[in-house]
């Protein structure tokens, strides 16, 4: 079986693997876990690589994308979708890649939105595609909290801090939910009320007839009638989807730790949010703090009046400082006020 896979991955490493993370000042880290490699990067603040700090944990989002994307003169894009300056005084910040997916690739081997095909077919890699579900990546992730946790750079005092965005934050709210080894969690940008709620959502706003929302029920009901099936080819399988949609707010409302809740107004999980915060208020869970940004959408884009986001305003680095500030303790976030 690890003779099969490495196999798999060969071509991936032969032509996307020229350069290394080290050089580009990451610390590489690879382990096993049901005999896949799980590649993990870990940055730390110049000067501290060796010291022993918390650790947090950025979980990414959906779809087989390398940590390190390289331009033509192999200068690499950002690995983490904000800049890390402020959070890196107090922690080494980590990350772990896709399953069948390089570490680092040149993008002009990834597709438009950055994804990583396989060379041969065309479509996403097989290897991630049977592993890319919730359950696989939060029961993958609990095992690499305990990995991290014994690094000679962990602080032995300090459990793990997770912070996770759009998918990466279901998988979070799962890992905090079946691991003894997080501290906090950082919930962004996600429908508390699973995927299938998000693409109804969106495509009521396209049909207003509801003809084309029908058939998303339609779909819905045959991927329930077969939730584990991993045999789709192109797009996410039914495995994916359906995990995907059970609803967070049943892993969120379980949890003792903080949990920061972060979302933008004008993102399609906006509302679900609020009406998680209202839940949240009603049962008396008090271990939540809810940080709503108006006029913002799901990457903290402002919306232009004609509808779109706005790029040339980029927000997610103030909404780490209020990450920073609500895990020092604020409880007044205030960052893009």
């Known amino acids: 079986m690890k003779k099969l896979i490495l196999l798999l991955l060969l ?19 690879q382990m096993v876990y049901k005999d ?3 590649d993990i990067l870990i940055q730390s603040k110049k000067g501290d690589e060796k010291k022993r700090k918390p650790i947090l944990l950025f979980v990414q989002g959906s779809l087989p994308i390398p940590l390190i994307i390289l331009d033509k003169a192999d200068k690499p894009y950002f690995v983490f979708v904000f800049k890390p300056d402020s959070l890196l005084n107090q922690y080494h910040l980590a990350i772990i890649g896709k399953p069948g997916v390089p570490v680092i690739c040149h993008d002009s081997l990834l597709t438009k939105d950055y994804c990583y095909n396989d060379l041969a077919t065309g479509l996403f890699p097989h290897v991630y595609q049977q592993h890319n579900y919730i359950n696989y990546y ?3 992730d ?5 990995f991290l946790r014994k690094l000679d750079i962990a602080d032995p005092k300090q459990k793990i801090v997770i912070a996770g965005h759009s998918e990466g ?15 906090k969690l950082i919930y962004g940008s ?18 207003p007839m509801g003809i084309k929302t029908e058939a998303i029920f339609k779909d819905w009901q045959s991927i329930v009638n077969k939730p584990n099936d991993l045999s789709k080819k192109k797009g996410d399988t039914n495995k994916a989807t359906y995990q995907s949609s059970i609803p ?8 003792k730790i903080p949990v920061l809740v972060v979302y933008g107004t004008k993102d399609h999980s906006g509302k679900y949010n609020d009406l998680l915060r209202i839940e949240m208020i009603r049962i008396h869970k ?19 009046p004609g509808g779109g986001a706005d790029t040339e305003v980029f927000n997610w680095d103030k909404v780490v400082l209020d990450w920073q500030a609500w895990l020092n303790g604020k409880t007044e976030l205030h960052a893009l006020q």
């Open 169 to 183: 934050a279901t998988v979070a709210a799962k890992l905090a939910l079946i691991s003894t080894d997080v501290s």
């Open 190 to 207: 996600e429908n508390p009320f699973g995927r299938i709620m998000t693409e109804i959502e969106q495509q009521r706003e396209l049909d």
């Open 11 to 29: 071509p991936a490493v032969a032509l996307c693997q020229n350069k290394k993370p080290e050089d580009f000042g990451y610390r590489h880290l």
């Open 142 to 146: 609990a095992a690499v909290l305990k």
């Open 286 to 304: 008090t271990n939540f703090t809810f940080k709503c940004y108006a006029g913002l959408d799901h990457n903290y884009f402002p919306t232009k």
């Open 138 to 140: 939060a029961e993958r």
């Open 36 to 38: 896949l490699p799980v």
């Open 248 to 255: 967070p707010i049943e892993y969120l409302q379980q949890l």
